[in-house]
């Protein structure tokens, strides 16, 4: 084939990363790049497997090394590296093999903040990426209940936990360390410990997300969170409500005060479509979240309908994106988890890091 | 990408054996003297959190009283282990700012502004 390296790749320099608005070849994405006889291969490595647009991009590239003259064949590969949002300085992070750490956070408690963590999660390890879950929703912990997990964690020889393996997800919750019938009653420096060792000492291994389920509101957990890691952003899960959507904004406010990059909000219970007749009906109202998002400058990741079917799910311990991955609900997960991943690459992208260099 | 209304560094690090160098996003440097910084801690060991008065007195803190490390804390702030054992102080980007040297005029007392 008469084709130089030279050409294809400015053939492919016609393709962009629409969300990181450059270009694949200057992103560097272009790897492995071999011309045959037969056939140009190259791989696209993406800053997640969950990449929104992958295969347009695949499409894309294919087309543009197809139309130059002499190409007969193209082989495209997809692959992925998920780039960490804070430089882990050596020695002084406390989860050193994660590369994103992700709050999902609400403004009040009841808009299903654990059922989209939980789904989320799962979601994003459905695509190839690793993925770990902490529940520190220590006063109601629901993340082993939704995800259908009765094992208990494991303790290394250093009594360091192991977290419980479900469906691609590595799991963490305080209800793995509480009988049902207990409570947790505890005052401020229990709930800091309780993060810090959820968070140093547990075996997470490599994560490129881990998730983290948060007690609704702002108290002393999200602040240990925030204080303990560098987050990579937070997320707002909300109902379209006014009402919810007014208290969501403080939650808002509190992480832009503690410098936490807003990755977006999720609007849950969106609209309610009746399986039977398919009426529509706004039982919590529409649109409220993504209007929120657009006058606060924040990115919008997002609307899950209200079906009967997630909360069946939940309660039974098999969420709905691995019982009925085909369901709207389902779909709208998928969706906003790829928003989610697209918005975290882009933050770490802008490479916004604070080198101390004491 | 300011999606955050808190001044945020790019570096942290020595301007001598004694100060500390913050040097901002803007561009703008601050050289925080280190007796300066260690009074005024923030935590609430130093400085009454409802009246703002100070609760340690400077005399009771080394003349030569240096920093020998720093943490970042989170995202927003630091934290510094000083030469005299004093740890406790978070620092936030926000305060340290504030707290310029060359931006802001220091009374004679080293009172936080």
Known sequence: MSVTQEQVLKALAQVRDPDLDRDIVSLGFIKDLQIGDDEVSFSIQLTTPACPVRDQMKEQAAEAVRALPGVRRVNVTMTSQVRASVSQQAGSSLIPTIKNAIAIASGKGGVGKSTVSANLALALAATGAKVGIMDADVYGPS??????????????????????????????????????????????????????????????????????????????????????????????????????????????????????????????????????????????????????????????????PLATAVRQTSDAGTPIVLSAPDSAAAKAFTTVAENLAAQVSIRAMQGEQVKVTF | MADTQVPTPVEIGRANLFDIKVTWQDGHESIYPARHLRLNCPCAGCVDEVTGQRRMAAASVPEDVKPLGIQLVGRYAISIQWSDGHNTGIYAFEMLRKMCPCCRPQTSDNRPQ
């Not at chain 1, 360390?177 to 229990?190: H, L, Q, S, T, Y």
Request: with cysteine; hydrophobic share 45%.
């Open chain 1, 143 to 304: 993340i082993p209940t939704i995800l259908g997990t009765t094992e208990m964690p494991e303790l290394t020889d250093e009594q360091r936990i192991i977290p419980v393996q479900r469906s691609g997800v590595a799991v963490v919750s305080m209800a793995f360390f509480m009988k049902p019938d207990e409570a947790v009653i505890w005052r401020g420096p229990m709930l800091h410990k309780t993060v810090q060792q959820f968070l140093g000492g547990v075996e997470w291994g490599q994560l490129d997300y881990l998730i983290v389920d948060l007690p609704p509101g702002t108290g002393d957990v999200q602040l240990s969170l925030c204080q303990s890691i560098p987050l990579a952003g937070a997320v707002i899960v909300s109902t379209p409500q006014d009402v919810a959507l007014n208290v969501a904004q403080k939650a808002i406010v509190m992480f832009k005060k503690l410098n936490t990059p807003i990755l977006g909000i999720i609007e849950n219970m969106s609209e309610y479509v009746c399986p039977h007749c398919g009426a529509r009906e706004e039982i919590f109202g529409s649109g409220g979240a993504r209007q929120t998002a657009e006058r606060l400058g924040i990115p919008f990741l997002g609307e899950i």
